[in-house]
Structures are given as C-alpha cells and as structure tokens.
C-alpha cells in the first residue's frame, strides 16, 4: 500500500483543487477501495506532530494543505495572490448567501437593507457564488448558493460545516416574508 499511497500523494500535489475518489481512480489507475485505503495511509502519515500538512476534505475531494496551526502564521506570505481581502459588504452578502441559500437578490438586499448588485457581481466573478435557479414567483428572479470554491476558499467540507449560529444570529439571516 505505500506505493498506491505516494502515487495518490503525487496526485494530490500536483493538483490545486480537491479531487474526489472518482478522479483519483480515473488518475491513478487504483480501484476506489486502494485510493480509499491510500488516503487511510496518508491520513496517519500527516497527523504525525512533525508533519507540517494534513488532508483537507473539500466539497466532496480531498487536497493535500498546510495544517491550520501552521497556516494561520504563513499565510500572509504564502496565500495565494489571488485571494483578495473582501470588503465588509461582500462578507455580509456572503454570509447571506451562505446561511440563506437558496436566495435572490431582493430578499439579500431586504435582508441587507441595501442595494447588492455590487457585492453579488464581485462575488460572481470571485466564484464564490453561483445561480442555482430560478424561484417559482412573478418574473422569476435568479436565485443564488455558494460554490464548490467558497468551500475551498473558508477550508469547509460541505455548507453543514459553516459555524453554528446562535439564535439572535439566526434571526438576521431571516426574512419577515418567509
């Protein structure tokens, strides 16, 4: 098993984005049980106190990254350059959309008090967002979720892994409508 495991540990440093056991397989040429097996191994190599990185389960894929007490005292230098600082407003939105998903843009801008086009536009084009449909109401607005690179992006493995809100929270992501 230590040759399936380094070959998938070659895979995944060689990937940027989280893979699923499907494209691992499809990759490695292993069958999905010895790439799940393969993961078990890295699994235990990376939680040994020297190692430095650990596997990240992603959106579904899993990715080779710095373990979190390392990486909060590295990233100023090794974030990725494209990760930009996001202004209060496109955090707010975000966290609408997170919490509220699925959600149009008037009940974000109800929820928010002002207008969104901004926030929503900058966080389309960040692929933060995605539009996940349309509601079944009078001119049938678009609706919004978060995409697979938001949960890249905040380190999460699925939306259910977002933090727990306490109810006071919980009220601001509600609308009075719904």
Do not use: C
């Amino acid at each position: 098993m230590e040759k399936e495991a380094a070959l998938i540990e070659t895979i995944l440093f060689l990937e940027t984005d989280p893979m699923d056991y499907a494209a691992l397989s499809r990759i490695s040429g292993l069958a999905r049980d010895a790439v799940l097996k393969a993961l078990e191994v890295l699994e235990k190599k990376y939680a040994a106190p020297e190692s430095g990185i650990e596997l990240s389960h992603i959106g579904g894929g899993v990715m080779i990254s710095p373990k979190r007490e390392y990486w909060e005292n590295l990233k100023e230098k090794y974030g990725k350059k494209n990760e930009t600082r996001f202004s209060k407003a496109a955090l707010e939105t975000l966290s609408i959309i997170a919490y509220s998903q699925p959600i149009t843009r008037s009940e974000i801008e109800a929820i928010r008090g002002v207008q969104a086009d901004n926030m929503i536009r900058l966080l389309l084009e960040k692929e933060l967002i995605r539009k996940v449909g349309k509601r079944d109401a009078p001119g049938k607005p678009v609706q919004y979720g978060t995409t697979r690179e938001f949960l890249k992006f905040f380190r999460l493995g699925s939306i259910a892994d977002l933090p727990k809100l306490n109810e006071n929270e919980a009220e601001r992501f509600e609308l009075d409508a719904k």
